[in-house]
T-cell receptor, first 112, second 116 residues
C-alpha cells in the first residue's frame, strides 16, 4: 500500500464547476499535511497547509480527518488556470528529520 | 524570499558520463536540502536528505555511490549522477529547509536529465 494515495484522475470539469479531491495516508504518526500544485514540467508549489479544523483560502478549502487518515481539497468556481496536478503531501519523521511524502497526484483539467 | 535555484535546468548527456546538478538557496541559509526524482506521470520520490557538513542520508533503493551528494555550505548542495544510463533520465528537483524541524520546504525549479 502506498503511503499517500490519490485518485490520479484526470478530472475534466467545465469552468465554474466545483471539484473535490481526496487523499488517504497510511502513517498515523504523520504530523503535517499539505496540498501542492504542480504544473507540467515545473516544480511543485505549496497551495495550502491542511489543518484538522479545516481551512479556506479563497476558492480553495482543505480538510483533514485524522481519525480516518483522510485529506480533502475542494475547489469552487474552477478557472482555466486551475488546470494542473494537485499533490497531497504528508510530513512525518524519518531518521533524517522531518520529511515530505508525496502522493501520486490528481490531474485536473478545466475546460471552457 | 526563500528562493531556490537549480543549475542546469536541463541537460542531455551520453551514457556513461557523469552529470553534476547544483542546488542553491539564494536568499536564506538552508540547514537541510533534499533531492527528489520524478519520472513521467509519477510523483516525486525522495532520494536523499543532506545536512550541511555531514553525509547525506539516502532512501532505500537509492545507490549512494551512483548519486553523490555534497552539501559543503549552507547555500549549496550538489548531486552528481555518476556513469549515467538512460534509465537515470528523469526530472531531478531539490528543496531546501531553512531551519531544523521547520515545516516548509522551498523547491528549486528542477533539472531535466536526458541520457542518450
Amino acid at each position: 500500500r502506498k503511503e499517500v494515495e490519490q485518485d490520479p484522475g484526470p478530472f475534466n470539469v467545465p469552468e465554474g464547476a466545483t471539484v473535490a479531491f481526496n487523499c488517504t495516508y497510511s502513517n498515523s504518526a504523520s504530523q503535517s499535511f499539505f496540498w501542492y500544485r504542480q504544473d507540467c514540467r515545473k516544480e511543485p508549489k505549496l497551495l495550502m497547509s491542511v489543518y484538522s479544523s479545516g481551512n479556506e483560502d479563497g476558492r480553495f478549502t482543505a480538510q483533514l480527518n485524522r481519525a480516518s487518515q483522510y485529506i480533502s481539497l475542494l475547489i469552487r468556481d474552477s478557472k482555466l488556470s486551475d488546470s494542473a496536478t494537485y499533490l497531497c503531501v504528508v510530513m512525518g519523521l524519518s531518521n533524517a528529520g522531518n520529511m515530505l511524502t508525496f502522493g501520486g497526484g490528481t490531474r485536473l483539467m478545466v475546460k471552457p | 524570499g526563500a528562493v531556490v535555484s537549480q543549475h542546469p535546468s536541463w541537460v542531455i548527456c551520453k551514457s556513461g558520463t557523469s552529470v553534476k546538478i547544483e542546488c542553491r538557496s539564494l536568499d536564506f541559509q538552508a540547514t537541510t536540502m533534499f533531492w527528489y526524482r520524478q519520472f513521467p506521470k509519477q510523483s516525486l520520490m525522495l532520494m536523499a536528505t543532506s545536512n550541511e557538513g555531514s553525509k547525506a542520508t539516502y532512501e532505500q533503493g537509492v545507490e549512494k555511490d551512483k548519486f553523490l551528494i555534497n552539501h559543503a555550505s549552507l547555500t549549496l548542495s550538489t548531486l552528481t549522477v555518476t556513469s549515467a544510463h538512460p534509465e537515470d533520465s528523469s526530472f531531478y528537483i531539490c528543496s531546501a529547509r531553512r531551519l531544523a524541524g521547520a515545516r516548509e520546504q522551498y523547491f528549486g525549479p528542477g533539472t531535466r536529465l536526458t541520457v542518450t
